[in-house]
């Protein structure tokens, strides 16, 4: 088992307790005690899941969910002491794969960290070779930037392709219209979030039958049931 893992929280005893269960599960664990500290770590080298804390010094929690999911699908867990519904659910909605409230048994801990790591091997998104993407009908070359279509392929834009890659792998995950800017036109955008309205247009025109859902007023998720794939 080689997934490593950040923890970013600010009291030492949850720290070395939780850092001890995993590291005898046999994860590779990196402690530490700021957002901006794990930031700038996570500059050099991503782990395989992040483990966040909201009470922080400075960069709180959710703004540190915020930035790693505007770069990355690592899967991330929040720890926090609010357990209230309306925190949870903005933990969710800035990217997180799961909350578990304070006080919380390190075994339970543990139990939803392999939960989400299995999830995500079982996922319907299987890539069967390096840089090759296929979910039910859809397939898509990652290296050439091929998209195939119920085994046609479909000319696309650059922009069309990465959005649909955005999709693709994190398959019946809500994305926030302002999210899907900043993934696919960058964080320098300063254009209208209808753009986003355009390209999933777009997409949904070429790809007939693509499973493309609006959130309504949220964004879009590409809409897999699972228990078919």
């Not at 540190?64 to 903005?90: G, N, Q, T």
């Not at 319907?124 to 085994?151: C, G, H, S, Y």
């Not at 069309?160 to 900043?182: H, Q, V």
Request: one cysteine or more; a negative charge; proline letters at 4%.
């Amino acid at each position: 088992m080689n997934q490593h893992i950040y923890i970013v929280e600010d009291d030492p005893n949850i720290r070395d307790i939780v850092k001890a269960y995993l590291i005898k599960e046999g994860y590779q664990v990196t402690m530490m005690e700021t957002a901006e500290d794990a930031w700038e770590n996570a500059k050099k080298q991503q782990p395989n899941m992040w483990i966040l804390d909201i009470m922080l010094p400075g960069m709180d929690g959710y703004e540190l969910c915020k930035k790693i999911r505007a770069r990355s699908e690592v899967p991330i867990i929040i720890i926090s002491a609010k357990d209230e519904e309306v925190d949870k659910i903005l933990g969710l909605e800035l990217g997180s794969d799961d909350y578990l409230t304070k006080p919380f048994s390190p075994r339970e801990l543990v139990a939803r960290v392999k939960r989400l790591f299995k999830r995500l091997e079982n996922s319907p998104m299987v890539q069967k070779k390096t840089n090759t993407v296929e979910i039910d009908d859809l397939k898509m070359d990652q290296a050439a930037r091929q998209v195939f279509w119920r085994d046609q392929e479909i000319d696309v834009t650059t922009k069309e392709f990465d959005m649909l890659e955005i999709f693709a792998k994190r398959p019946n995950r809500a994305f926030a219209r302002e999210e899907l800017l900043s993934l696919v036109w960058g964080e320098d955008y300063f254009g209208s979030d209808r753009a986003v309205d355009d390209l999933v247009k777009r997409l949904r025109k070429k790809l007939e039958g693509l499973p493309v859902e609006t959130v309504w007023g949220y964004g879009y998720r590409l809409h897999i049931d699972e228990e078919q794939s």
